[in-house]
């Protein structure tokens, strides 16, 4: 309950304050479309309030590499979605319940229990394809919009009340009270997507699905072990029936369609039972539970054990502080597979663990050579260059990230973090004014702007990148905000 007061108060402020704004350096056009329906850009910032306020409850994972992974599935059904007015993220919920769902503006949430039920690659993709059919179809907004014809603000209030609960698992009580608290819409049964919006969007996800070369297949396959879980004698129904009620014609329509497209024998990427257990040991209650579970699991099976089990139990003896062992593991599996991102960080990590700072640098310092901008091992080899007192080339490291690939709020809250402490305070300042552009919050990054621009020596060109910026932001600003903004510059 804690959780979900938390996220309606993000919710509530966020609703209330300024307009939010797209990840990177593109503000937004408010109001351009004409539909008679909210326009994508509108959809976009209710989608993000959503997710901010889940960010804000702490339900939100930002573990690099698994975001990397999710975001590289999720875009290989977006490349075959022909849909360029939504700007699609992905993003992985710290629940282990087992759900999925989409929010107006292309965010489509996967609850981590989810990619642990799934029994191979395509069977998470064709989850994820189903939600990417949803946003392409725009089913949440018309369902909102067909209950209650109102203002963005209503819809984004109905809207993000209905999700909160639907991502939380809320009871039905709760659930009630967030839809009251946002001015009285009616309860949880409307965000269930009608029958219709089902399966189309089933339709249009298998077609994403076969086209990005995953087994057409596996979207019936896994629905049938959700129906039969939701059978099993005193098992709770999963949530993601709740959200996606399933009837045996359902299954059987998308088995028909799948049957349409050529077979696929398509082999598990490394990335996806890699990216499993590492979900399984972040989500553990405790780091004794999972260092069981992985002992447990190799007494009871021969060995030689499959890389993802051994990379599994090394991140759980690195979790417990059994160093050596861990230190030892990922030494070997480096050795087995150096074209592995995953084995690269975790050997570094274990020996920054161990205190072997130089040689966990160095092993930072390969991988960044192997794998150049990639932003999992930037972020990782920023971050102990920081703690290793060498701010100014985690500095560089992050600029040129940032000069290439759109950053995460994460990723501008890091490289601000890394100038702040080489005492670079006026792009420090202006780090952090994008980190708040990225969160929707136009006040506090108008306010980072106006502490850079009064840092004492600015170069020229600096300052007027940062005026710019500045002139830009304002434009989306309230009028008394304008105001102030615009008498800044003659109080320097």
Same mark, same amino acid.
Request: aromatic share 8%; hydrophobic share 40%; no cysteine.
């Given at each position: 309950m804690k959780v979900l007061l938390l996220i309606a108060a993000a919710m509530l402020c966020l609703a209330i304050g300024q307009p939010a704004v797209a990840a990177g350096n +593109?503000?937004? &056009?408010i109001g351009s479309a004409a539909d008679s329906m909210i326009s994508t850009d509108e959809e976009y910032q209710i989608g993000r309030m959503v997710v901010r306020g889940l960010e804000s409850a702490g339900r939100v994972l930002t573990d690099?590499? $698994?975001?990397?992974? @999710?975001? +590289? $599935?999720? =875009?290989?059904? $977006?490349?075959?979605?022909? #849909?360029? &007015? =939504? *700007?699609?993220?992905?993003?992985? $919920?710290k629940d282990n319940s087992i759900n999925a769902f989409a929010l107006p503006g292309g965010f489509i949430g996967v609850n981590a229990g989810l990619i642990l039920q799934t029994e191979n690659e395509s069977e998470l993709a064709g989850v994820m394809a189903h939600e990417v059919a949803h946003v392409t179809q725009r089913h949440v907004v018309r369902r909102a919009q067909a209950d209650q014809k109102s203002s963005m603000l209503s819809t984004a209030a109905l809207i993000a009340g209905l999700l909160i609960a639907a991502t939380t698992g809320a009871s039905a009580d709760m659930t009630t009270a967030i839809v009251m608290a946002s001015q009285g819409y009616s309860a949880q049964q409307q965000?269930? =997507?009608?029958?219709?919006?089902?399966?189309?969007a089933d339709r249009v996800g298998i077609g994403f699905l076969a086209a990005a070369g995953f087994d057409p297949t596996s979207m019936a396959d896994f629905f049938g072990t959700m129906s039969r879980m939701s059978g099993k004698s005193g098992s709770a129904m999963p949530e993601y029936l709740r959200t996606h009620p399933m009837e045996s014609s359902r299954i059987?329509?998308?088995? +028909?369609r799948a049957a349409q497209y050529p077979t696929v024998n398509r082999a598990d990427s490394d990335g996806y039972f890699l990216m499993r257990?590492?979900?399984? /040991?972040?989500? !553990?209650? %405790?780091? &004794?539970? @999972?260092?069981?579970?992985y002992e447990q699991y190799t007494r009871d099976r021969p060995g030689p054990h499959p890389l993802h089990i051994r990379y599994g139990y090394a991140l759980a003896m690195l979790g417990r502080n059994q160093l050596p062992d861990a230190l030892g593991t990922f030494r070997v599996l480096l050795s087995e597979r150096p074209d592995l991102i995953a084995f690269h960080l975790g050997y570094a990590e274990a020996l920054e663990a161990s205190g072997q700072i130089a040689d966990a640098l160095a092993a930072y310092q390969n991988a960044e050579a192997?794998?150049?901008?990639?932003?999992? /091992? %930037?972020?990782?080899? %920023? *971050? !102990?260059? @920081?703690? !290793?007192? #060498?701010?100014?080339?985690? =500095? *560089? @490291?992050?600029? &040129?990230?940032?000069?290439?690939?759109?950053?995460?709020?994460?990723? !501008?809250r890091l490289i601000a973090t890394a100038a702040s402490a080489e005492g670079d305070m006026a792009n420090a300042h202006y780090y952090m004014s994008e980190y708040h552009v990225i969160n929707g919050e136009l006040t506090m990054a108008a306010d980072q702007l106006n502490l850079a621009l009064d840092v004492p020596g600015l170069e020229p060109v600096q300052r007027a990148r940062f005026q710019a910026r500045l002139d830009e932001i304002s434009e989306y600003l309230p009028d008394y905000m304008k105001r102030q903004t615009a008498a800044a510059p003659q109080q320097r």
């Open positions: +593109d503000l937004p &056009d690099p590499l $698994v975001e990397n992974y @999710i975001e +590289d $599935v999720g =875009h290989k059904m $977006v490349a075959y979605a022909h #849909d360029g &007015d =939504h *700007r699609f993220n992905f993003f992985v $919920v965000i269930n =997507h009608t029958r219709a919006n089902e399966y189309e059987a329509e998308a088995s +028909d257990e590492r979900l399984r /040991v972040l989500g !553990a209650d %405790s780091p &004794d539970e @999972i260092l069981r579970y192997l794998f150049p901008r990639n932003v999992p /091992v %930037s972020v990782a080899y %920023s *971050r !102990a260059l @920081i703690a !290793a007192g #060498d701010p100014g080339q985690a =500095h *560089r @490291i992050l600029l &040129d990230l940032l000069n290439n690939i759109p950053p995460t709020s994460e990723q !501008a």
